[in-house]
């Protein structure tokens, strides 16, 4: 280790929303991508978080300036804990994005406040009123999530700012003086070991270049390429690779606000009317089963996402979680344990509920098919060795 050392816990990566608004129809083409390419940066100065686990906001800001816009109040962002469960040090990236969408930030100059958390929250809730007209002004208009190199890449050329998380394991960046400043994908111990978790980082986006995507540090001039560093490219597909469950890059598209109305979110996805979801699908609303990414919804026939909610279809009960997602195996609902079909088998249609006797890793399990009894159909009762019914 160099005499430089590096927070490196400011971002947590967002829990799994399939409904994440996307870019794909935006920002694939057919014109071919250039091998090297550079913004305009307006003059940015590559930030320096210091001891603070604000990178989410320093990534933030940075994008705004690299986009013309003056310096921006980091320490409003990463103190606006108003539309988001975590509370704690680090942020997750998808809800300061959806911070900035709903509150927007002002400039540096009105709100020059910087602590580490609880501090910084605790600052907000008295500072940020006087602020809030001035960072109205500069509200995002829309996020979208990315998932590809090709994606990113398009939605920089589009004029988009784009952000990355950085989920990292030992190896995988220079925490010293970054003299080799390049991500690169985790080397697996013997073939079948990762190596130790060492956290999370965000950055904001550059171009890019035979190295990789190019991104501003916000570790201060001293580290890497003048503060710069490059995402191997191969960082977006290694998960999936190795089946490891979290992306090593979470990337986002943040659309800032110029005075004119949001460009329609997507021609194909997830949207919101009325604060519930539907799914359009060339142009139509779907309707009935959609499976989305491994994921089985139900939309009613009025389009909107059935959730936390029953639905007899085709001649069985079926349930879906407060998400939307279809339950699948054991689920306590209403202080009731039932039990649906983890798949598509002999046992019947994939999520449908189980009702009578139940076999399951060598247990036996009876859950009630009397549809007029006491007891709600498909409820677990319990029995002792005699098989007396116990409600």
């Known amino acids: ?17 399939p409904r994440d608004y996307r870019l794909t129809y935006g920002v694939s083409g057919a014109e071919p991508l250039p091998g090297e390419w550079e913004p305009d940066i307006h003059g940015f100065q590559i ?5 603070i686990n604000s990178c989410v906001a320093h990534a ?19 103190g606006d804990r108003q539309h988001t469960e975590h509370q704690g040090e680090g942020m997750i990236l998808r809800d300061a994005l959806k911070s900035l969408q709903k509150d927007g930030v002002p400039t540096l100059e009105s709100y020059p406040y910087n602590a580490e958390v609880q501090e910084i929250i605790d600052i907000f809730k008295v500072q940020a009123p006087a602020a809030a007209e001035e960072a109205a002004r500069f509200k995002i208009k829309a996020y979208y ?13 589009e004029g988009k700012a784009v952000l990355y998380g950085l989920f990292l394991f030992d190896g995988m960046i220079d925490m010293g003086a970054g003299t080799n400043p390049m991500v690169i994908p985790p080397k697996l111990q013997n073939n079948m070991t990762l190596p130790s978790i060492i956290g999370g980082h965000a950055v904001g986006s ?14 201060s001039e001293r580290w890497g390429d003048k503060g710069y560093g490059y995402i191997e490219t191969r960082c977006f597909t290694w998960s999936q690779e190795y089946g490891f469950p979290i992306p090593l890059v979470e990337a986002w598209a943040v659309e800032f606000d110029d005075g004119t109305e949001p460009a329609e979110p997507q021609k194909t996805g997830w949207y919101q009317q009325d604060g519930k979801w539907r799914y359009s699908k060339d142009g139509k609303d779907a309707t009935g089963w959609l499976l989305d990414r491994g994921t089985w919804y139900y939309l009613d026939p009025d389009g909107f996402m059935a959730a936390d909610a029953w639905r007899f279809i085709d001649g069985c009960w079926y349930y879906l979680t407060s998400s939307g997602a279809m339950a699948r195996g054991w689920r306590l609902i209403s202080g009731k344990w039932y039990y649906f079909r983890p798949g598509t088998d002999k046992m019947g249609p994939n999520g ?7 076999s399951l890793d060598g247990k036996y399990y009876f859950l009630n098919n009397d549809p007029d009894g006491p007891i709600p159909l498909g409820a677990m009762i319990l029995t002792d060795a005699s098989g007396k019914i116990y409600k």
């Not at 999530?145 to 050329?157: D, N, P």
């Not at 190295?211 to 916000?218: A, D, I, Q, R, Y």
């Not at 449908?352 to 139940?358: A, D, E, Y």
Request: include cysteine; aromatic fraction near 18%.
């Open 1 to 17: 280790m160099s005499e430089f050392a590096y927070k490196i816990n400011g971002f947590i990566p967002s829990p799994v929303d």
């Open 47 to 51: 930030h320096d978080q210091g001891a």
């Open 60 to 78: 933030i800001t940075g994008q705004y300036e690299m986009h013309g816009f003056p310096k921006m109040a980091y320490g409003f962002i990463y």
């Open 145 to 157: 999530r990315l998932y590809s190199v090709e994606e990113c890449k398009r939605a920089k050329m």
């Open 206 to 219: 550059g171009g890019w270049c035979q190295k990789g995507l190019k991104f501003p540090n916000s570790w």
């Open 352 to 358: 449908s509920m189980v009702t009578g006797w139940l």
